[in-house]
């Protein structure tokens, strides 16, 4: 765990994991996986942003680990997962790499809440024709995410209309490859400014500093240029499960917009929640409200959903 750098106490540092396990993608990328929860339970899988880790979900894997089995993973080049050496980064291997996830933690046919958070709910989109996606996938999450235009709506450049202009230097902030440096005052300023409400909590800043802080520079600037040229409209359409979107409402990096045009695409929205006040970072800005969510489509789709086909079976 050397590049991490996350919160090492209070109720923002990631809690240990009942098992954790090294899976392999399409490509030989190795991928950093935890298991939290008891064995049998019904079952989350969670897929972080941009910059982040698995330390990201760690409000979300403490509430749902009590009667969940939660599974968490680290993007390639993030957190534990090294950096693949195939580049350029694309959206197919953000698929490729859930596919293998889902493969390794999931029983055939085993059907679980897909979590995502913005690089991780793009994930969800480019996966969405898989057939592995399609087999595990019993309702999705799309937080804190878009499916295109990313660049040219981001507002964390301040005080510029959207245009040329902006989307120039949005562009050269998001793909710079300087280093992020130590965690100072002025670095979590900037972090909150760009990512997160205005009101967060300097706990809360902290964490989310921290996690971001600790990705390398290279993998940063990497997958920015996937970010700029994402296009996953048709993914959108592919997600005909149960599909519930979350989003802030002051979110600088995707901004309120995509989340109401996702919803409208989707062939089968269950709900699009707006936090009032907050920002992209919404798991760790909001966690009971996006805990909520997650426990909502599960006991809606996967509790029931058992309980139901277990009732089919007596009867037969």
């Known amino acids: 765990m050397s590049r991490l750098t996350q919160v090492t106490g209070g109720p923002y540092e990631p809690p240990a994991a009942a098992r954790e396990l090294t899976v392999t993608s399409a490509d030989g990328a190795r991928l950093h996986v935890e298991v939290h929860g008891p064995e049998g339970a019904p079952a989350v899988v969670l ?3 941009w910059t982040c ?3 990201f979900w760690a409000a979300q894997i403490r509430a749902l680990a009590t009667d969940h089995r939660v599974v968490v993973y680290d993007q390639r080049g993030h957190g534990r997962s090294p950096a693949a050496a195939q580049l350029p980064y694309t959206t197919d291997m953000l698929a490729d790499d859930l596919e293998a996830v889902l493969g390794a933690t999931l029983e055939p046919g085993e059907r679980a809440v897909l979590g995502g958070h913005s690089m991780g709910g793009m994930t969800m ?3 969405a024709g898989r057939p592995a996606f399609r087999e595990h996938a019993a309702a999705v999450l799309l937080c804190s995410t878009g499916s295109s235009a990313l660049v040219a709506e981001a507002t964390v450049v301040p005080l510029l209309r959207a245009g040329a202009l902006r989307t120039r230097l949005t562009r050269s902030v998001l793909g710079s490859k300087a280093p992020l440096g130590p965690v100072t005052p002025v670095a979590k300023k900037v972090l909150r400014f760009a990512t997160m409400g205005p009101g967060s909590s300097p706990e809360k800043v902290e964490a989310c500093a921290r996690i971001v802080h600790a990705c ?3 993998v940063r600037h990497g997958w920015s240029h996937v970010l700029e040229l994402l296009q996953l409209d048709a993914g959108v359409a592919e997600l005909t499960m149960p599909v519930a979107v979350v989003a802030g409402t002051v979110d600088r990096m995707t901004p309120v917009v995509h ?3 996702i919803a409208a695409a989707l062939p089968n929205c269950v709900g699009l929640t707006e936090l009032a006040g907050m920002g992209h970072m919404t798991p760790v800005e909001a966690p009971e409200a ?6 909502e489509l599960s006991d809606t789709y996967v509790r029931n959903a058992d309980v139901n086909s277990q009732k089919g079976a007596d009867v037969v």
């Open 53 to 55: 880790s698995t330390a």
């Open 47 to 49: 897929a972080h942003g």
């Open 216 to 218: 390398p520079r290279g």
């Open 259 to 261: 989340a109401r045009r």
């Open 290 to 295: 996006v805990t909520a969510v997650i426990r």
């Open 125 to 127: 989109m480019a996966a």
